[in-house]
């Protein structure tokens, strides 16, 4: 395969669920032409952002949700309304599979069937194809991107993270946005990159209580990043509020106790899946 251009992570939102100066985390898988969208933020945001990234939805044809939460799955309805209209005009070429466990699949239907235009319904089994994956289900989707989903054993909501090996052998892994299960040190362990959620600065504690609503600071995720000998580290699902100073002062954290490279993207960042 020709490595010349580069897989790519391009961050359309960076925020936790309350969130009012940044988006909703989700991003896109990029390797060439072909696309995986990971979550869809919680509204129709997703498709504002998607226009300022470039991306045009007749390129997407695989998603992936990690779980039912409003600000990860709510986006996916509309990027599956406006796909389905496109269907219905006859611009859209191919299928579109939105892949994620037996809740999630479950509550997209559910959403689609009790709110959306018969048209737009009607196209569910019929071009977008809804595709439980099971803890530990091994797939290849968007043709070159080789995952394998894991439970992350969440405490408040069913959630599915993923390892991925990217087409040059890398492996990536996503935690979801939730704090590491030691029982998926295995999945973790050694990766290139490592994404995680860090909700806020330990430093900021007691303002944001991360630990009441189960969550990491950047100090967290730099030591667990560490502890898991990790090649690259990637924070995302933060708060707003300090967001001028948070690249440099959530990758300062982190790297307090990481010493290989930290990155705190911005909302539409990209960032080159690089050795």
Same mark, same amino acid.
């Given at each position: ?18 969130? %009012? ?5 989700? $991003?896109? +898988? ?6 995986? =969208? !990971?979550?869809? #933020? ?112 969440? %405490? ?5 993270? $993923?390892? +991925? ?6 492996? =990536? !892994?996503?935690? #979801? ?99």
């Amino acid at each position: 395969m020709d490595y010349s251009t580069r897989a790519e992570l391009i961050m359309l939102g960076t925020g936790n669920a309350a969130v %009012t100066r940044s988006y909703n985390t989700c $991003f896109i +898988l990029k390797e060439g032409e072909h696309l995986l =969208l !990971v979550d869809g #933020g919680g509204g129709n945001g997703i498709l504002l952002q998607l226009e300022k990234a470039g991306i045009a939805l007749s390129d997407i044809h695989d998603i992936f949700v990690t779980h039912a939460h409003t600000d990860h799955i709510l986006g996916v309805i509309w990027v599956l309304r406006m796909i389905a209209q496109q269907m219905n005009k006859g611009s859209y070429e191919g299928e579109l599979h939105i892949y994620g466990h037996d809740k999630v699949i479950q509550v997209i239907d559910w959403i689609c069937r009790m709110t959306l235009p018969s048209k737009i319904v009607a196209r569910i089994g019929k071009g977008i194809c809804l595709q439980e994956v099971r803890n530990n289900d091994r797939l290849t989707l968007a043709e070159v991107f080789d995952m394998q989903f894991f439970d992350i054993l969440s %405490t408040k909501e069913k959630q599915f993270g $993923f390892h +991925l090996w990217l087409p040059d052998g890398q492996r =990536l !892994v996503c935690l #979801g946005d939730e704090p590491f299960n030691e029982q998926n040190r295995h999945y973790v362990e050694k990766a290139d990159w490592l994404l995680c959620e860090a909700f806020c600065l330990y430093t900021d504690r007691e303002r944001f209580k991360p630990y009441e609503k189960h969550h990491s600071t950047a100090l967290d995720t730099g030591k667990l990043a560490a502890e898991l000998n990790v090649g690259r580290l990637l924070l995302y699902h933060t708060e707003d509020k300090t967001l001028p100073l948070r690249k440099q002062t959530y990758t300062a954290e982190a790297a307090s106790a990481f010493s290989r490279p930290v990155f705190v993207p911005d909302d539409l960042e990209t960032i080159p899946l690089f050795h």
